[in-house]
């Protein structure tokens, strides 16, 4: 099985200062059709998880863009450009190249200091 | 818009079962995988198996493998996913998520299941 861990996973951040979340993985997330598919969410607190990211770096309808994926082969990061409040919560890498199972990161909290 | 809304809370004994719903509607629901997650209090997103609506089949994680079954009702657009033999360690919300190209974009609104005797 793949194996997705992430850095950090705690990280506190001011608001209007970047932040940064990396995503690891045990083997190279490259499919044999060319894609690498590695998606990002947010959780907020008590509510589900959101999609952000797919595909490395493509951003969902909706999502500001002060969120961004980047990364390739094995490593791979969320960056985020200028953290407002309503960005506290947990944020979860996946991987889907393996079809199954499907694995996550072990999430980064991120608060506002 | 695209929707997947799962059934209410649960309060189940050890050793008893639970069968969580998630409905689908938006989109015609044979045509996208379903996957089943399910997150411990405080806990990460743990994969548990992804079903296939247009034909019933199912592929299950082995940490759940033997205790898991997904099952559809085409008619009302409802995928299910019943869990037996439960344990305190299966307290938890249990997430439906549609599969979509290597990913996963639409999340059900999650279900806790609490088991406590």
């Known amino acids: 099985d793949v194996v997705l861990t992430q850095s950090p996973l705690s990280l506190p951040v001011t608001p209007g200062q970047p932040a940064s979340i990396s995503c690891r993985s045990s083997q190279s997330l490259v499919h044999s059709d060319g894609n690498t598919y590695v998606t990002w969410f947010q959780q907020r607190p008590g509510q589900s998880p959101r999609r952000l990211i797919y595909k490395v770096s493509n951003r969902d309808s909706g999502v500001p863009d002060r969120f961004s994926g980047s990364g390739s082969g094995t490593d791979f990061t969320l960056k985020i450009s200028k953290v407002e409040a309503e960005d506290v919560g947990v944020y979860y890498c996946?991987?889907?190249?393996?079809?199954?199972?499907?694995?996550f990161g072990q999430g980064t909290k991120l608060e506002i200091k | 818009q695209v929707q997947l809304v799962q059934s209410g809370a649960e309060v189940k004994k050890p050793g008893a079962s639970v069968k969580v719903s998630c409905k689908a509607s938006?989109?015609?629901?044979?045509?996208?995988?379903i996957h089943w997650v399910r997150q411990a209090p405080g806990q990460g997103l743990e994969w548990m198996g992804v079903?296939?609506?247009?034909?019933?089949?199912?592929n299950y994680g082995p940490k759940f493998r033997g205790r898991v079954t997904m099952t559809r009702d085409t008619s009302t657009s409802t995928v299910y996913m019943e869990l037996s033999s439960l344990t305190s360690e299966d307290t938890a919300v249990f997430y439906c998520?549609?599969?979509?190209?290597?990913?996963?974009?639409?999340w059900g609104n999650g279900t806790t299941v609490t088991v406590s005797s």
């Open positions: 998520a549609r599969d979509s190209e290597g990913s996963v974009d639409v």
């Open positions: 938006g989109y015609t629901l044979s045509s996208l995988y």
């Open positions: 079903f296939n609506p247009s034909d019933g089949s199912a």
């Open positions: 996946m991987q889907g190249t393996q079809w199954l199972p499907r694995t």
